[in-house]
């Protein structure tokens, strides 16, 4: 291989960056030309391709968000936007390429392999965490650290006035920030879309907690949890208030997308970028690079997004447990 290509694509996650600049390095080290895509598949169909080069990538390690930018493209969708996109990727030469995403660019990768015969090699780019195949995902360790530091801010203010705070952050269809932030933060209780909610054991909780003369209680809720057609925090301080308990909602929201990656998801976001490269250089096609222990392990693409990677119950038990 002589030309490839990387791009980031979907959501974007802090870490995004260290994985561009590593498929580059990588690329550029071992002799092969490589090209950047703008906005993902979008950039792939307006042709919007640039040639990378060890300086182009200098310096952005510590950024967040996507120097490449980043979209969600419906023409990609159709069979011929595809077409369009492996037409503009045999314009260039460009033989495989690199896509950090989640499973939405993971399917979209995929069929640009089966329909096109174009190498594609994945990295899971995506603060949810909710890939299977690898333990973590590139942003994650970041958004949990910022829903961290405003939990820590949010329980002085809930101390300080004898509050029951309701924290959302996000998740919509997976509890894993909401899991991490929960137990990280010292939070009395979690609720995540995979398990129904136990309403009457958190309102005892709340009141068990007064009556032990606690000055406060955090809850967490994954912004897909829904109770009684209500989405996320406010649907548990409505719940709350009708039994007289004086509450409080703060929603984080996309300041967990944002900022500096941290040490976690610039070492992995690189391990992951340069195993993508080598990879795709061995000849390999429709994998995923994923974190398994600390190690880069491969799985097939489709197992990323088939598979349904549970939460760890023994967090969630633990966290109403340790709540008195
Ligand atoms: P993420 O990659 O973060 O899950 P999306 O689900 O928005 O984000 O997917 C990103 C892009 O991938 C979409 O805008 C679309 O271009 C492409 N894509 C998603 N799902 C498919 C699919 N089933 N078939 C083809 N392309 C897809």
């Known amino acids: 291989m002589q030309r490839i290509g990387v791009m980031t694509s979907g959501g974007d996650a802090p870490g995004m960056n260290a994985n561009v600049r590593a498929v580059v390095r990588t690329g550029v080290s071992r002799g092969v030309q490589v090209f950047g895509i703008r906005d993902g598949f979008a950039g792939l169909i307006s ?3 640039i040639p990378m080069t060890s300086q182009s990538v200098g310096g952005i390690i510590g950024k967040g968000g996507t120097i490449l930018g ?36 993971f399917r979209g990768a995929h069929l640009l392999w089966k329909e096109h015969n174009i190498p594609v090699i994945c990295t899971p780019g995506t603060i949810d965490n909710d890939l299977a195949g690898t333990d973590y995902t590139i942003g994650f360790d970041t958004a949990v650290n910022t829903a961290l530091e405003a939990i820590d801010r949010i ?8 509050r029951t705070f309701i924290v959302e952050v996000m998740g919509r269809h997976s509890g894993f920030i909401a899991l991490a932030t929960a137990i990280g933060g010292g939070a009395d209780a979690v609720l995540v879309p995979e398990i129904p909610p136990d309403i009457p054991r958190i309102i005892s909780m709340v009141e068990r907690r007064f009556a032990a003369g606690k000055r406060f209680s955090l809850i967490v809720v994954a912004e897909g949890v829904v109770i009684d057609d209500f989405p996320g925090a406010g649907s548990v301080a409505h719940i709350l208030k009708k039994h007289g308990l004086d509450c409080r909602v703060s929603i984080i929201g996309h300041q967990q997308r944002g900022g500096a990656p941290t040490a976690l998801d610039r070492e992995f976001a690189s391990l992951l970028g340069k195993e993508a490269v080598e990879e795709l250089l061995r000849g390999g096609t429709n994998k995923m690079a994923g974190i398994v222990g600390k190690r880069v392990e491969f799985c097939d693409l489709e197992y990323s997004w088939r598979e349904k990677k549970p939460i760890d119950m023994e967090v969630y038990r633990f966290i109403s447990e340790a709540a008195i």
Do not use: N, W, Y
Request: hydrophobic share 30%.
């Open 155 to 162: 329980r002085d203010t809930a101390e300080a006035h004898r």
């Open 47 to 49: 042709d919007e391709i």
């Open 70 to 105: 980043t979209a969600r493209c419906e023409e990609f969708r159709d069979p011929a936007g595809r077409a369009k996109a492996a037409q503009t990727l045999r314009k260039h030469g460009i033989e495989g390429i690199v896509v950090c995403g989640g499973d939405g660019s």
